[in-house]
């Protein structure tokens, strides 16, 4: 239908909702069943069965296939038949892995989806934009990107980008006036918003006349919605580290096969064993391990409530050097009160915390009535109308919806009995939005003497020089030198005991003139000050104090006087006492090298627009750190993506900023910014102890063959034991140690360098080191077991197998700590005890089932064999346990 031509009444009835209450749960969920989720139709994943044949398709395995086969033409088929169904559940093995990450990866996705403000059975809630139906009544603001195509019924100032849909950069202004021709293009729908596009100033309501593949986006084919995996860094990394490993694996394996054949080993065992080995060797299970790692820290992340966007943002989590946060709601409550009101003739303090109503006004100790100044009942009242927000009572508790510095002043209004019937009697007839760059708001109120007056609200160091004039209870009378000092001395206390000042004005209009939004600021009144407190974070002075032992430097960033953000600094432990703080008036003068060259001495930045941050992220940049920066509008949208991690806030966030960051902050707290760098450089410290577990056991297993062509002995395994090897010892210890919990000095070392490679601070030394010792046991148990009598090969390749075996498991446990094996407690990690003696068993069924015993060419061993063989599996670990104790 050509919703635009119809009133909203029309469109209401049409879609038989009542605009004042929404519709009601039970009809959006028979709505929901009935056209699906409010989603776009995407490209088909990969089905399970197609994932499951993409194991098989590495070229050295279908190369052992292919062996296996001509064994089998030759009669050879218990040995084709155990490498084959170890094959297979190698198969299984790796399939598991990447479903888990798909299915990780398919859960980010859906938790970091955007959300809408809808209205359901009469109450505003917020739900994800796959659940909005049509005729859902929708709220819409500044920030938001749209998540249905909407009929708008009510704005105020508002302004929608639609360069997605239209190509059209320049935002457009929107009304609720029906249009009356036929064939408008849907730029020039004026009363219509559209998925996809964002509001870029003002506020709006309307109805959803379309979702999902019925909207103007789901037109457009060009335009459908697609998700691309994009590989990480460190998986670009190990993605050319392994294609190093399998041309070094492949040449070892070629130089063991010719060592074989020339000392007379047969052609084709040889070049079985050799195909095993490779297979064996070449790590093609570690990109699926790094993201299973990956994806299983982020679902940690998840309950600690952050949520990575981008898995590359795990990586630069261990990096991180500075974070720059906002003040407001992530280092403090969010829970505006004011403490504080200040005419040119009066001055009460008022009691009471966050947005429960009870309280009272006092002149020193004694209680007074505002209603007795009336200046102070005016500055109560023009406060309650500038006003967007509304505190409810719900649960046994109030609560706010909207910003939370209206919602303080709504709060004092209503401690001084100014009700909800009071406010009704003024008509707001036009709004000039607040922004962060303007540092304001005004209204135009309509009395019931239709009389229009403005009411501005804003930070006082901008209103004081629109300001002609001063409300006193005489009238109001030109602004003096004095008054004006009075003021600023009076904003400055008011900071000095960390309270948030906002100036209340107004200034009477005359009737039949026309003002514009330039003249309406002008020439304004002051009525008085509010010092309001958001008192900080309880958890966030510990948060700030384990960052800065972990080696990162916290910034405070605010729109705050730099008065207050000193003192909340200091109360946070956040700078020293000589610590700088840099005002947004003095950043804007500043060259970026003149700003570079001190940053590292500032803590503070305070009166800053979000444009400053862009400038402040630049800066620490140049002088080598990684940045995390946090927020939550339209304009910081350029500073989150700049940074190394973007930051942005789950509850008060915008669309725009939440897309633009790689990190969105479920509670808004700095806690969890702290929380999700500890939880980042964990996984990245488990990513390379698995690395190190995978690549020493992978020496070792090529090793131990090396060694054994050139002593000229018997090979001490065969194909299939080698194969069984890969698959015991590879996979679940592998994925075990993804889930280690961090060291307890991970937040005590400083932050990781980002141009590291994989194998700094020893790992390389330690990867081959230890590979050539359990090399040397397994040869070992195997000369000692053989003696040199061919009747003893089975027995001897039966002890190197089980050597091999448990010289890895044993192993797994030393690459839990970059120390020693003795660092950490052996039973600290349950997955990988378990992961281990699954192993051990799987080993044993190998080695004790009689119907087993031949495919794997094995054979019964006795206690005193396995006291041999746990004793030498455990030297390389022990050997440099003891040598690191």
């Known amino acids: 239908m050509k919703w635009y031509q119809y009133n909203s009444e029309h469109v209401a009835r049409k879609l038989a909702v009542d605009i004042r209450e929404g519709l009601t749960e039970k009809q959006a969920g028979e709505r929901l069943k009935k056209f699906g989720p409010n989603v776009l139709e995407e490209g088909k994943g990969v089905s399970w069965l197609m994932l499951f044949f993409k194991q098989f398709q590495d070229f050295m395995v279908l190369v052992l296939l292919a062996a296996t086969l001509i064994s089998g033409l030759l009669g050879e088929y218990v040995d084709a038949i155990a490498i084959m169904a170890i094959v297979l559940m190698n198969g299984v093995l790796g399939y598991f892995q990447e479903s888990k990450a798909e299915k990780s990866l398919a859960k980010l996705k859906e938790l970091s989806a955007p959300q809408a403000n809808v209205l359901r059975g009469g109450q505003w809630k917020k739900i994800p934009s796959a659940d909005v139906v049509v005729g859902d009544v929708i709220k819409m603001a500044s920030g938001d990107r749209i998540s249905a195509d909407v009929r708008l019924v009510h704005v105020k100032g508002l302004e929608i980008e639609e360069s997605a849909l239209t190509g059209e950069s320049l935002p457009v202004t929107k009304n609720v006036h029906e249009i009356g021709r036929e064939d408008v293009e849907v730029g020039d729908q004026h009363n219509m918003a559209f998925t996809g596009t964002l509001v870029t100033r003002g506020s709006g309501t309307g109805v959803v006349v379309g979702v999902g593949m019925e909207t103007a986006m789901g037109q457009i084919a060009s335009l459908l919605v697609s998700t691309e995996r994009v590989q990480t860094p460190l998986e670009r990394k190990l993605a050319e580290l392994g294609k190093i490993l399998i041309i070094t694996a492949l040449i070892l394996t070629a130089l063991v096969v010719t060592l074989g054949v020339y000392q007379g080993h047969p052609l084709y065992n040889m070049f079985l064993a050799g195909v095993s080995l490779a297979v064996a060797a070449i790590p093609e299970g570690l990109p699926a391990i ?502 003893r090969l089975l027995y001897a390749q039966t002890i190197a197998f089980s050597t091999l075996v448990m010289a890895q498991l044993i192993h797994v446990f030393d690459c839990r700590s970059e120390r020693s094996v003795f660092a950490r407690n052996p039973f600290g990690n349950f997955y990988l005890i378990g992961a281990v003696i699954s192993s051990v068993v799987l080993l044993l069924i190998v080695i004790y089932y009689e119907p087993l015993q031949g495919p794997f060419h094995t054979t019964d061993l006795a206690l005193r064999d396995w006291v041999g063989i746990i004793g030498l599996s455990a030297i390389p670990t022990l050997l440099w346990g003891f040598s690191k104790k």
């Open 290 to 791: 790094v993201t299973v790692a990956l994806s299983l820290g982020v679902q940690r992340m998840i309950k600690r409530k952050a949520i990575v966007r981008k898995l590359s943002a795990v990586e630069t989590l261990g990096c991180a050097s500075v974070i720059c946060s906002d003040k407001t709601g992530t280092m403090t409550e969010n829970q505006m009160t004011v403490k504080q009101l200040f005419t040119i003739e009066d001055t009460l303090t008022v009691s009471g915390e966050g947005y429960d109503i009870s309280g009272g006004f006092y002149e020193g100790d004694q209680k007074v009535n505002p209603n007795n100044l009336p200046v102070m009942q005016q500055m109560l009242l023009y406060g309650a109308l500038c006003n967007n927000a509304s505190v409810t009572y719900k649960n046994d508790r109030y609560v706010l919806d909207g910003d939370p510095t209206e919602g303080a002043l709504l709060v004092a209004a209503k401690k001084a009995s100014i009700t909800p019937e009071m406010l009704s009697s003024y008509k707001i007839v036009h709004e000039i939005p607040f922004d962060s760059d303007r540092k304001r708001m005004s209204v135009v109120i309509e009395d019931e003497q239709s009389r229009r007056f403005v009411i501005t609200k804003g930070a006082p160091d901008v209103l004081l020089p629109r300001i002609q004039y001063v409300r006193t209870e005489a009238g109001h009378v030109p602004l003096k030198a004095r008054d004006e000092e009075k003021i600023n001395r009076k904003v400055h206390t008011m900071a000095d005991h960390a309270l948030r000042t906002i100036a209340v004005c107004c200034k009477p209009l005359k009737q039949g003139v026309h003002y514009t939004d330039v003249d309406l600021e002008k020439d304004l009144v002051f009525i008085g000050l509010t010092g309001m407190i958001d008192p900080p974070r309880k958890e966030v002075k510990q948060a700030i104090l384990e960052c800065k032992q972990a080696g990162i430097k916290t910034v405070m960033i605010t729109g705050d006087h730099a008065k207050t953000a000193r003192a909340i600094a200091l109360d946070l432990d956040l700078m020293p006492e000589d610590g700088r703080v840099v005002e947004g008036s003095e950043l804007s003068r500043m060259s970026e090298q003149h700003l570079a060259s001190i940053i590292d001495d500032v803590y503070v930045f305070a009166r800053v627009t979000p444009e400053h941050k862009l400038k402040i992220v630049k800066a620490f940049q140049n002088q080598g750190h990684v940045v995390a920066m946090t927020g939550d509008g339209v304009n910081d949208a350029p500073a989150i993506k700049a940074s190394d991690i973007g930051i942005s806030m789950g509850r008060t966030g915008t669309d725009v900023a939440k897309e633009a960051s790689s990190l969105i902050l479920l509670d808004d707290n700095f806690a969890t910014i702290k929380s999700a760098i500890h939880e980042g450089r964990n996984i990245y410290e488990n990513i390379r102890k698995f690395i190190r577990y995978l690549l020493a056991s992978n020496v070792g297993e090529i090793l131990v063959m090396l060694f054994a062509m050139l002593l000229a002995l018997p090979l001490p395994l065969v194909p299939v034991q080698i194969l069984w090897v890969n698959l015991v010892t590879d996979g679940l210890p592998a994925m075990a140690l993804g889930l280690d919990k961090s060291e307890g000095n991970v937040m005590k070392q400083p932050p990781r360098s980002a141009k590291e490679g994989v194998f700094a601070r020893g790992l390389g030394f330690k990867i081959v080191s230890r590979g050539i010792m359990i090399g040397l046991v397994t040869l070992i148990a195997f000369i000692l077991a053989y003696q040199g009598q061919e009747e």
